[in-house]
């Protein structure tokens, strides 16, 4: 038996700026929306978002991982198409939400084949299995496909456009993505370093898509205008460098 939730020092420090994070964006938006009607609706949604981020972070086990991860993918829909009338969030949301099902996809697949190599759910004890075992086709394929999770996760070109356009969504769904939740894509593969580290097809992979990305959309973000447009670009060459120190093993 083992538990369904881990607390590490590495997760602690996650839930200390997780903490941090949240309490600024939830007080910014309780003033920025003190005359919205809807403003609890938005509120409850920034917390339910908050909260199955959180219980990503504290998962040990791959179907409650996964269901959250899902979770926060769909709370985070709502957060988007908060003023749904505007045709651009609209375009956004539905952008988000195809990638993020295949995104899903992706990480389900990538987990069946961990527990099928391991015969076990346990994150914690398929790290530890993976640290003292050897590279092996199916490691290379889970490695490969928690890297594309994370790439796509991480709004990486060609598949950034979204990140892009979500400027149409309020000032704190901004701030709740650029800060936090595309920062996930890189949290995944450090919790399973040990099984991207025995794939050099994995390491490679990100090391190129993600050197791509993040040189283009940093030279991108030094021509834009928009100070929001500029800062989704930035931060898609931020995660871009992200994932390429941890395919270098820079963790």
């Not at 994070?21 to 509120?43: D, K, Q």
């Not at 269901?67 to 949301?93: D, K």
């Not at 205008?225 to 500029?230: A, D, E, G, Q, Y």
């Amino acid at each position: 038996m083992f538990s369904l939730f881990l607390i590490t020092p590495f997760k602690l420090m996650l839930l200390g700026l997780i903490t941090i994070l949240g309490i600024t964006i939830v007080r910014y938006s309780w003033v920025a929306f003190s005359g919205e009607i809807e403003r609890g609706r938005f509120l409850r949604a920034l917390l339910m978002t908050l909260a199955t981020v959180v219980l990503v972070i504290v998962s040990n086990h791959l179907l409650l991982f996964w269901i959250a991860w899902v979770c926060v993918s769909l709370s985070l829909h709502h957060l988007i198409l908060f003023y749904p009338q505007r045709p651009r969030a609209q375009l956004a949301a539905h952008k988000k939400f195809l990638l993020a099902r295949l995104s899903e996809v992706l990480l389900a697949v990538a987990f069946i084949v961990l527990y099928s190599q391991f015969k076990t759910a346990s994150i914690s004890h398929i790290v530890q299995q993976a640290a003292d075992a050897g590279g092996s086709i199916p490691m290379d394929i889970a490695a490969v496909l928690l890297a594309l999770v994370a790439l796509i996760k991480c709004a990486q070109l060609p598949i950034h456009g979204w990140l892009i356009q979500v400027v149409e969504a309020p000032t704190p769904v901004s701030a709740l993505l650029h800060a936090g939740i595309v920062n996930l894509g890189g949290i995944l593969l450090l919790f399973f370093a040990p099984v991207l580290a025995a794939s050099t097809v994995a390491c490679g992979l990100l090391v190129v898509l993600a050197g791509v990305s993040a040189t283009l959309a940093g030279l991108v973000s030094t021509t834009r205008i928009s100070v929001k447009v500029k800062l989704a670009w930035s931060t898609s060459s931020q995660m871009g460098l992200m994932l390429v120190e941890i395919g270098l093993g820079l963790y």
